[in-house]
């Protein structure tokens, strides 16, 4: 879908979006060249259902052995506002213990969900957990979490596309773009 009447403004296109994602896999694959870690295998979890468009990018050029997993963690009841914890869904199916662990996620907002999922893989005895995330939003962040590497950083608007939903819809934009809010008082699907 290229476009869309939620769509206010488009603030990364396609293209800028690849080459950011090629720039973040080739960062990240020299970090892990670097270093030594337990079978030689990262394990990357990707955070559901946002990463998908993000992570199917990044996996094609991550130069590394790695196993993908997923969660499933919901923190937006369908809203545009952040308002309970963190409830995991969907948890891994793998062993962690003394693992590199790579979190895979679409955008960083107040930070809760990621630092919540990060404390959780700690305590199942992963070693190490790195995070990338496509975007973030650093003035809204309210926990102490920096990613590792991030692609965009944006400021409080809410935005759709590239994995980013408004009611589950709009994950399919092919770009990132701010949400036409006005619009979403009385909108019907
Ligand atoms: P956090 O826990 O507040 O950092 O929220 C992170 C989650 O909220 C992300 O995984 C996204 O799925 C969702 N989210 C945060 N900001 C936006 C946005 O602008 N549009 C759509 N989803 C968002
Ligand atoms: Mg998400």
Not at 80 to 97: A, L, S
Not at 106 to 132: R, Y
Not at 161 to 169: A, C, M, N, T
Request: charged share 25%; aromatic share 8%; glycine share 6%.
């Amino acid at each position: 879908m290229t476009n869309h009447p939620l769509v206010k403004e488009v603030l990364v296109d396609r293209n800028k979006i690849d080459s950011k994602i090629k720039e973040l896999a080739h960062n990240i694959s020299n970090y892990y060249k670097s270093i030594q870690y337990k079978n030689n295998t990262v394990i990357t979890v990707g955070l559901l259902k946002g990463c998908v468009p993000f992570m199917a990018g990044l996996l094609k050029d991550l130069e590394f052995n790695c196993i993908t997993e997923y969660m499933i963690v919901s923190s937006y009841e369908g809203n545009t506002t952040n308002i309970q914890k963190p409830k995991i869904i969907n948890d891994i199916k793998i062993n962690v213990e003394g693992a590199h662990v790579l979190l895979i996620e679409d955008i960083i907002d107040s930070g809760i969900t990621l630092s919540f999922i990060k404390e959780h893989i700690l305590g199942l005895g992963a070693k190490e957990v790195k995070v990338v995330t496509l975007a973030s939003k650093p003035n809204k962040i309210i926990v102490d979490l920096k990613p590792d590497w991030n692609g965009f950083e944006f400021g409080d608007e809410f935005l759709i596309g590239f994995g980013l939903d408004y009611q589950e819809r709009l994950r399919n934009l092919p770009f990132i773009a701010t949400c036409n809010v006005e619009k979403l008082t009385d909108w019907e699907w």
